[in-house]
């Protein structure tokens, strides 16, 4: 397979010549390491066409690059394929709806567990993620454990990549409240913010239904205390003393945030941070990528570091990547032709420009494109590139489900946590409120 988009096609769909700079000149020079293995031998159908369903991008790269793929897979095999980017709030609803009509796109890339959700309305992808990962040097833990059914080498999803939602600081605000940088325990987590809201620079996490930087929070905060919503048999066990102890954590630094972030959505602290209204959040490289290229915010960017969620008591940072999961429907007619382009977009010649374009904000599936060229320019972005190591992810430490899925859909840890940093809870009611709405979820399953 070859790369076709010209400069002056980059140019048409809007890249900037920064853009393709680094996309087209890492396709030339790439340093993937491939494996010649052959490929799944299947007939696209006659007059096949797609309709694929994604998150909006937050870097514009995303999206553009994604697209010039796209419009070449159509040039080689004469299968047009119709893209939408709907928003990140939109995008499980949409699902939902295409699922339970039979009816919509052909593909859907939800986020993380969406294919456990949808599980008995989609195709197997095993021939593809089976190829991909022989030729690419396997598949890394995340992208396994969010594409595999469970107990099963049947792949349902396939991953394309995760954003990290590391700590994002202004080391010149830390510096002058006596931090270098964010400690590991939540003592210091503390102490460290009340100084910041004293110094009219506070920090802001969001406890809004926010699918990226609500969860993300929430489960830190389980996960930093030890606490998880099963054990690794699938049995409930959020209403723990861990529990407790994380939610009486947030519910003492929850003040020291800016007012408001109990609505906020997944641009909210973004906004705040570029404004700089708040000095410490999670966030992904979006926010770093889009103040070091205004040069309004650059000298933000220059004084902003990057930092692994804080261990707290776990082992290692306990941080989960959010990531993009393709799904085929099997209401789709042209289900080869659905493998077909998800497998052409995984091969290195679309891959590598369109991981390097994204400039760290999603991290890359396959061990091999560990190498990318990205992972070697701007020492702040390298942080992301082990995110699809991480162990940790929705549901943990059970088995991924229907039941486990819908739990995060529903944001019920977001909102156990938020009705007790409001004071709209105790911390006892509220772990119980959230174990009665999982067992719910996982009575109906059985």
């Known amino acids: 397979m070859r790369n076709d988009i010209t400069r002056r096609d980059a140019l048409a769909l809007g890249l900037s010549a920064a853009t393709f700079a680094a996309t087209g000149a890492a396709a030339q020079t790439s340093t993937i390491k491939a494996t010649d293995v052959p490929a799944p031998k299947r007939e696209i159908e006659k007059g096949a066409s797609l309709r694929m369903l994604r998150p909006v991008r937050f870097v514009q790269a ?11 897979f159509t040039k080689e095999t004469g299968v047009e394929v119709k893209i939408d980017f709907v928003g990140w709030e ?16 052909d593909i859907i890339m939800g986020f993380s567990d969406a294919p456990h959700i949808y599980v008995d309305k989609l195709i197997e992808l095993t021939d593809v993620a089976d190829y991909a990962g022989k030729k690419y040097g396997g598949w890394l833990p995340l992208a396994q454990r969010y594409g595999k059914r469970h107990k099963s080498d049947a792949w349902i999803g396939l991953p394309f990549g995760a954003s990290a939602g590391p700590l994002i600081y202004r080391k010149s605000v830390l510096q002058s409240v006596g931090y ?48 998880a919503l099963l054990d690794e048999d699938g049995n409930v066990t959020i209403n723990s003393k861990e529990t407790i102890a994380a939610l009486n954590f947030v519910k003492q630094l929850y003040p020291t ?11 909210s602290n973004n906004r705040a941070y570029s404004a700089q209204e708040i000095a410490l959040t999670a966030n992904g490289v979006s926010l770093y990528f889009s103040l070091k290229n205004d040069p309004a915010t650059k000298a933000i960017a220059d004084d902003s570091e990057h930092q692994l969620l804080p261990k707290g008591l776990a082992k290692v940072s306990p941080m989960d990547g959010l990531t993009l999961n393709a799904m085929v429907f099997q209401h789709s007619k042209y289900a080869n032709a659905a493998k077909a382009f998800l497998q052409y977009m995984l091969e290195k010649e679309q891959y590598e420009p369109w991981l390097n374009a994204n400039s760290g904000y999603w991290s890359q599936p396959l061990a091999a494109y560990a190498d990318a060229a990205v992972w070697a320019g701007d020492p702040k972005v390298k942080i992301f590139k082990e995110t699809m190591n991480s162990t940790y992810y929705a549901g943990y430490k059970g088995p991924i489900s229907t039941a486990s899925a819908a739990v995060t859909a529903d944001y019920v840890l977001i909102q156990m946590f938020a009705s007790v940093a409001t004071g709209a809870a105790t911390p006892e009611a509220a772990a119980a409120e959230a174990e009665r709405r999982c067992k719910r979820y996982f009575r109906r399953q059985k």
Do not use: M
């Open 90 to 105: 939109d995008i499980n609803q949409q699902t939902a709806v295409t699922a339970n009509s039979g009816a919509g796109p």
């Open 180 to 227: 270098d940088k964010v400690p590991e325990d939540h003592a210091g987590i503390l102490d460290l913010c009340q100084k910041l809201q004293k110094a009219g620079k506070p920090a802001g996490f969001a406890l809004g239904n926010a699918r990226g930087d609500g969860t993300g929070f929430a489960n830190w905060s389980l996960w930093s205390h030890n606490a």
């Open 62 to 72: 995303d999206e553009d690059v994604f697209r010039a793929n796209a419009a070449n």
């Open 257 to 267: 945030f800016i007012p408001g972030t109990t609505s906020w959505n997944d641009v």
